[in-house]
């Protein structure tokens, strides 16, 4: 398992997608809608769902 790291957000969602919007190269993108997840709590929610939908697709072929 690897290490775990905290991050703190300091622009809100509204500036964060306002400024992804608005960005110009591929690189700063990809920062922004990084922060934009993370400030939505987005990885946390895509692991649990990730967890679950293996659970269902156990349960499918366990049958």
Do not use: C
């Amino acid at each position: 398992m690897g290490n775990k790291f905290e991050v703190e957000v300091n622009e809100s969602q509204e500036e964060l997608k306002h400024r992804l919007h608005h960005g110009v190269t591929a690189s700063s993108k990809e920062r922004l809608q990084m922060l934009y997840w993370l400030k939505q709590d987005a990885p946390r929610r895509r692991s649990i769902n990730a967890r679950n939908e293996k659970r269902t697709i156990r349960k499918i072929r366990s049958r």
